[in-house]
């Protein structure tokens, strides 16, 4: 800029301007809220001229990065700031580029929005936008789901309580489904089967058959598929919505029939989602019909031998007579041996039930068919036929006889339990010897075989002689469970059961149901007694037992840990009347687990209107054991009853309501998913979720209003919003308690949130409320959705109640960046109006000057510059010239904007004005005025007047001169109006001395014939100056307006000057005709005498007149720009004799035919001429 003010003050304008387009006429952006947005525009010189200057932004926010530029085509780089804007702010603002003698305009707008998921079809931006996408395009859906941008979606505040449980949840397709239903955005997909049955006959190869299921809504599902069958083979174990076509899904069910057997197979395909379980059933009828045959004869036999077993042992009891059995069996027998003809053990059995009916000659016919079938005579059937004529014939010889036989054949079949059976009842050490046999019996069970025929004659052994039974090991145990399960157990073995118990070797819950079923048999008190010392000594207390510790309560046993067992063993779910006794008992310390306390406790509470002298008696022991529950922090259903009650008997100091907020606000969470296993709880007020165990399908949480969202949450990670999953039962009342709670603990989280849910509007407040509001303000336990909904409520209490001083001591503690919008003003705004300006210029730098009003950003300036003592500082500065603006400054504010600001000329002639006002120094403004307006060319008649201020303060010489010169170079090339001030200031240079630039001088001589009257000090200026120019040959038109003195002087009266204004440097010719018919025109160059102005000089008579016209010349380019003619009817002084003056006034009197007056005239010129000829030789 020096540069062109010394050109300027020398006289040079010789600029050529170059023509300049911009890439855009307005930029129009998008920015994201938070970000910063990098972007450029094009300055582009059309004629090829490089183009120089400097770019201002009008906005602070809009930072110019390339200040300066040079060159033919420059990019002007910028970045907008929208740190602490939101979605739908607005900011505009221009660019303001000075260059080469001109001053551009950008104008700028940018739109704040928010980041927007962008599908295939566009951008999305509401939640129903997001609905359409997934419902076409469910997988684009899924990745925006778990995208950054999803959240910008989400308009309502329980949408995006809910997406909090979700956007850390594992990513799947199932949690953005169950989203989309707890958001009632859909239902729930559905399935449906077409056919939940197939028969198949006769299958004798693989075959499928194929399950039709239907889905009943869009969205996403995942149904696992089992069988329970081998013979059905599917071909996946999950199916998921991608899998269907349409709405229809053919599932494949391969049927294998090598896995099946003979007969009719039954199994199931089994289909379950979240929400439904289908179990489709398969009736499968496979292999060849005598396969089929086969597995019917080996049931039937199966059955039959199950029932030939059964009569024995009815019969072997005494519960049926001999008779019945025998015909019963027999018909079996029959059965079975038609079934089996080749087995002949059904003959010989059935001839054993003919011997014992005393059917002999029956058993006799078929014991003679056997021996003369028989042919393998060491078998053991062999051996039971030998048995079985022992029961004919029962001479001993014979059965000595018989026995040997038998236990040669054993020794041979050392595996044949019918053959150890047999000798069982023929061994005379057995016979004589009953503990024989049954060491023996018990050998054989311990060995495996689990024959109901060795059981029995081992229980018969012990039947008929208690005492054998004289140990309870497994086996005994086995035997003894046998008689339990057929209903066989006598009262004599069930007491020595009870003898043989051994107390020592911890809780056998076999052993328990044997002295369970010994009881049934033989119900003693002493029996109570045993069972409830064995559960005691096992320390067995559950619920399943609780019915023998009460029987032993009833008979009033003296058992040491009695009473403790018999609470220990309630159902906590009951509330049943306490015995007396327990009562006693209880009313002094107990070791007894607090939660098994709490049900006594409850329980006395339960009834205490119908037993107050209990209620009382335990009183002081309850509430001393609820103020140890409370600081331990315990809660359950039990619990809360004991709570209530005790506080309702005002029991509260500020020990135990914090205590209470953990426990008074309890919900029962009770859960119908049986595959949940925790549960999430999202407070709109609180930043964190409280995260519960679901426990036996019930969990407990703190609830405290109804702003939440209940998540369930199952082992795979998968999460249930679905209500009908859940249902809370409050544990407690906390609106009771509230009042004293709140006063003995103001600053508790809980009662806060509980207590501004239910009051959220300050007008709903008073004094109390106060002390909660420093921790609504800066406490990172509570969520920023509900600090920004309090921070209004409250300013607004504040300001109504005069509290503001309050308000700048939670301002420290705050954390401005989560406030946004108006919230965010307020605390700027509200920072400055309590003098915590440092605060506010921080906050300010970082999130922007226009979030506070025009007023408060005079305050925070005027104290800043102060501060900073008046040091240059770039967001100070943008901050003065936000607040002009805004039409809002002080006298700091307009001196420190005096000192530093360089702007679009407008804006500083603005601060000049209002700066004069206020008397401040405004020298080094002006400056830069003139300085910027001489560079862009954009002198007016504003920049006049401060010129004229400048001058009068005593500016800069370059500076006035080039200023000058500028305007006086307006006046004369472009005729534009100047001020007379203007003129003077270069008339007193002239004078001063006379070197001056041609602009200057030529402006003023013009300016003098323009005036019509001079002094005489300017008509002497004007003689020199004219006298000057006409050495020089410069001739314009105006020097024909001069004082006539001058013309006469320098002979001018005898001249038209023909001036003509092209641009500076073009080619002009001249074309003119003396003729009157306007042939035989001149053609000659008009010479450029100054910047774009030429002339040409002609000796013209009166009444003359010549025809022409200019032409602009490039190249072969012609272009006719103007065409005209001149006449000389100008007659300039009567008594001037000299001799053109004469042939004026000839051609005058020739023109009104005075011939008098022509040859008088013409007698003076002839004489002069002589005399003019006489007088100048040549030399």
């Not at 200040?67 to 739908?88: A, C, M, N, T």
């Not at 007579?321 to 059995?349: F, K, R």
């Not at 369970?516 to 064995?534: G, L, R």
């Amino acid at each position: 800029m020096r540069r062109r003010l010394r050109q300027l003050a020398g006289g040079r304008f010789d600029f050529t301007l170059p023509n300049v387009s911009f890439s855009a006429d307005k930029i129009d952006i998008q920015v994201k809220e938070g970000t910063d947005h990098q972007d450029e525009f094009e300055m582009i010189s059309q004629s090829e001229i490089p183009v120089r200057g400097i770019v201002y932004s009008s906005n602070p926010r809009m930072e110019c990065l390339t200040p300066q530029f040079d060159g033919e085509k420059v990019r002007i780089r910028y970045q907008f700031h929208s740190e602490g804007l939101i979605e739908g702010d607005i900011q505009r603002g221009c660019f303001t580029i000075v260059c080469s003698q001109k001053e551009y305009s950008l104008p700028f707008c940018v739109t704040i929005g928010k980041e927007y998921p962008e599908a295939d079809f566009g951008q999305l931006r509401t939640l129903d936008d997001f609905v359409r996408l997934a419902r076409e395009k469910w997988q684009e859906a899924y990745r925006i789901f778990y995208s950054s941008a999803f959240a910008a979606l989400l308009q309502k505040d329980d949408e995006k309580l809910l997406y909090r449980a979700y956007e850390r949840a594992l990513p799947c397709n199932r949690n953005m489904e169950e989203f989309l239903i707890g958001a009632g955005r859909k239902s729930p997909v559905h399935f449906g089967i077409s056919r939940l049955q197939f028969q198949i006959q006769d299958i004798e190869e693989e075959q499928q058959e194929k399950i039709e299921i239907h889905k009943e809504e869009w969205g996403y599902t995942q149904i696992h598929i089992e069988t329970d069958a081998d013979f059905l083979t599917l071909d996946r174990e999950r199916i998921t919505t991608e899998d269907f076509i349409g709405n229809t899904l053919l599932l494949p069910v391969t049927i294998r029939p090598e896995y099946l057997h003979a007969g009719k197979n039954y199994g199931s395909v089994v289909l379950k989602s979240n929400l439904q379980t289908f179990r489709v059933m398969f009736e499968v009828s496979g292999g060849e019909k005598s396969d089929l045959e086969l597995w019917k004869k080996k049931r039937e036999t199966k059955e039959g031998r199950c029932r030939i077993a059964q009569l024995y042992l009815d019969y072997r009891f005494k519960r049926t007579v001999t008779g019945v059995w025998a015909n019963e069996s027999v018909q079996i027998l029959d059965h079975l041996y038609a079934l089996n003809p080749e087995e002949p053990l059904y003959l010989l059995m059935k001839a054993q039930a003919f011997i014992i009916n005393k059917q002999k000659q029956e058993a006799e016919w078929i014991l003679s068919q056997f021996k003369r079938k028989s042919t393998d005579h060491r078998s053991p059937v062999w051996g039971y036929y030998l048995y079985l004529l022992t029961l004919m014939q029962r001479e001993p010889s014979f059965v000595d006889k018989m026995t040997n036989e038998i236990e040669d054949i054993f020794r041979e079949n050392e595996d044949s339990a019918l053959l150890f059976w047999i000798l069982t009842f023929l061994r005379e050490e057995y016979c004589n010897n009953p503990a024989n046999k049954l060491k023996a019996i018990l050998y054989w069970i311990e060995k495996g075989n689990a024959s109901p025929y060795l059981y029995l004659e081992a229980y018969y052994l012990y039947q008929q002689d208690p005492y054998l039974l004289h140990r309870l090991n497994r086996t005994e145990m086995k035997i003894m469970r046998w008689a339990i399960r057929h209903e066989a157990l006598t009262k004599e073995l069930a007491e020595q059961i009870f003898d043989l118990i051994p107390w020592n070797d911890g809780f056998d819950k076999v052993i328990f149901s044997l002295m369970e079923a010994a009881y049934q048999s033989a119900p003693k008190e002493e029996y109570v007694e045993k069972i409830c010392s064995y559960l005691i000594k096992g320390q067995r207390f559950e619920t399943v037992y609780h019915n023998w510790y009460e029987q032993g309560i009833e008979l009033n046993l003296r058992l040491t840990g009695l009473y403790e067992a018999f609470l220990l063993s309630m159902d906590e779910e009951e509330l049943v009347r306490i015995p007396r006794i327990i009562q006693m008992y209880f009313q002094y310390d107990s070791a007894l687990p607090y939660k098994k306390l709490a049900v006594l406790y409850r329980n006395i509470i339960a009834v205490k209107e119908k037993e107050p002298e209990v209620y009382q008696k335990y009183r002081r022991s309850m509430a001393r054991f609820a103020m140890e529950q409370l600081e331990q922090r315990h809660m359950d259903d039990d619990l809360s009853v004991l709570y209530e009650d005790m506080i309702g008997l005002g029991f509260i100091n500020a020990e135990i309501a914090i205590a209470l907020s953990e426990i008074v606000f309890t919900n029962k969470l009770i859960v119908k998913n049986v595959d949940a296993v925790r549960a999430y709880i999202y407070h709109e007020q609180l930043e964190e979720p409280q995260i519960v165990p679901i426990v036996n399908g019930s969990a407990y949480c703190s609830l405290y209003g109804k702003a939440y969202r209940i998540v369930l949450e199952d082992v795979n990670g998968y999460r249930i919003t679905n209500t009908d999953c859940y249902r809370t039962e409050a544990l407690m009342q906390p609106e009771k308690y509230m009042q004293k709670c709140r006063a003995s603990a103001p600053e508790n989280l809980a009662y806060l949130v509980y207590y501004f849910e239910k009051h959220p509007q300050y007008g709903e407040w008073n004094e109390n409320d106060e002390g909660y509001f420093a921790t609504i303000l800066s406490s990172k336990e509570l969520s920023s959705i509900f600090r920004k909904k309090m921070l209004p409520e409250i300013i607004h209490y504040c300001r109504g109640n005069g509290k503001e001083p309050q308000l700048a001591a939670f301002f420290k503690t705050i954390d401005i960046s989560e406030y946004q919008g108006e919230n965010k003003r307020l605390l700027l705004e509200l920072l400055i109006e309590e003098h915590m300006y440092d605060l506010a210029y921080e906050a300010m730098g970082r999130y922007g000057m226009d979030q506070i009003g025009s007023a408060q950003r005079v305050s925070l300036a005027g104290y800043l510059i102060e501060k900073y003592e008046y040091e240059k500082e770039d967001v100070l500065l943008d901050l003065s010239y936000m607040a002009f603006q805004a039409d809002k400054y002080s006298e700091t504010v307009l001196e420190y904007l005096s000192r530093y600001y360089f702007g679009p000329e407008k804006t500083m002639i603005g601060i000049w004005d209002k700066a004069r006002q206020y008397e401040v120094m405004v020298r080094d403004l002006e400056e830069r005025i003139l300085t910027q307006v001489l560079y862009a060319g954009n002198v007016t008649e504003q920049s006049d007047q401060v010129f004229f201020d400048y001058e009068k303060n005593g500016g800069t010489e370059l500076i006035e001169l080039a200023y000058l010169s500028y305007r006086a170079y307006e006046y004369f090339t472009e005729g534009k109006k100047i001020e007379a001030p203007v003129f003077k200031g270069i008339e007193n240079r002239y004078l001063a001395d006379p070197e001056l630039n041609d602009a200057c001088k030529l402006a003023l001589l013009k300016y003098y014939a323009e005036s019509g009257q001079v002094n005489e000090t300017e008509l002497k200026i004007e003689d020199q100056l004219l006298g000057e120019y006409i050495k020089r040959n410069m001739c314009f038109a105006f020097f024909r307006k001069l004082d006539k003195s001058l013309i006469m002087k320098y002979h001018l009266y005898d001249k038209v000057i023909l001036e003509y204004r092209a641009p500076k440097g073009t080619h002009v010719v001249l074309h003119y005709s003396r003729d009157e018919d306007g042939e035989d025109f001149i053609t000659e160059d008009m010479p450029e005498i100054f910047d774009g102005i030429y002339t040409k000089s002609f000796i013209m008579f009166f009444g003359e007149m010549i025809q022409y016209y200019i032409s602009e010349e490039e190249g072969k380019q012609i272009k006719v720009s103007e065409n005209s003619r001149i006449t000389h009817n100008e007659v300039y002084s009567e008594n001037d004799l000299s001799r053109y003056n004469l042939i004026n006034q000839m051609i005058i009197s020739n023109t009104l035919q005075e011939n008098s007056a022509l040859f008088k005239d013409m007698k003076e010129y002839k004489i002069l001429s002589k005399t003019v000829k006489q007088l100048l030789t040549v030399l």
